[in-house]
């Protein structure tokens, strides 16, 4: 039996029950659910770096950093998807009783052999179509280098790529920046 033929469609209520439920995180795409696999030991560092430093730059303000525990609801044209980002920042929150944020200003993912497509291709172009988004970051493992996707003025995202323990990243709209050298705080490069 092919995959196409074992594909079961969800509802979008259906999908949030099961997920309540699950001991496995899933991401749901135009009806479809995907268990997310675990990362490497280096991935969760990275991740947890970022989270950790907005954390401490944020939490007198009103914005807040959120882990890859939350989900991202994603409206598309049909439906909605639902993703989880390795971290990201809301500034206009949803009730504390939603199990999702739906509008992100920033959103990060850190690259993995695994998920290199899916966070540069699907998940970019899911997530850049959310209107609160101003910046989505893409993490490297191998090396101190960050894909900055950023929106501009015109609502267009430039694509910048920076490198190097020595480079900062603004986040202007959280009125802070993130330095590649604590994104890889303790990351040992060979």
């Not at 988004?133 to 694509?159: A, C, G, K, M």
Request: contains cysteine; charged residues 30%; negative net charge.
């Amino acid at each position: 039996m092919s995959i196409a033929e074992q594909t079961t469609y969800l509802s979008e209520a259906d999908y949030l029950r099961l997920e309540e439920e699950s001991e496995t995180k899933h991401e749901y795409v135009d009806g479809v659910i995907y268990a997310m696999a675990g990362g490497k030991n280096r991935h969760g560092f990275i991740a947890d770096n970022c989270y950790g430093h907005l954390w401490a730059r944020l939490r007198k303000s009103r914005c807040r950093p959120f882990s890859s525990d939350t989900k991202v609801k994603v409206q598309q044209a049909r439906s909605a998807d639902y993703y989880y980002p390795d971290c990201g920042v809301v500034c206009d929150k949803n009730s504390d009783s939603d199990v999702f944020q739906e509008k992100p200003v920033l959103l990060i993912e850190v690259l993995s052999t695994s998920t290199r497509r899916t966070d540069q291709k699907e998940k970019r172009d899911a997530y850049l179509s959310i209107s609160s988004l101003h910046t989505y970051l893409l993490i490297e493992q191998d090396r101190p280098e960050v894909r900055i996707y950023e929106r501009q003025d015109d609502d267009q995202f430039s694509n910048t790529i920076v490198t190097g323990l020595d480079q900062v990243i603004d986040l202007p709209k959280l009125d802070t920046s993130l330095a590649l050298a604590e994104i890889y705080e303790d990351i040992t490069f060979e």
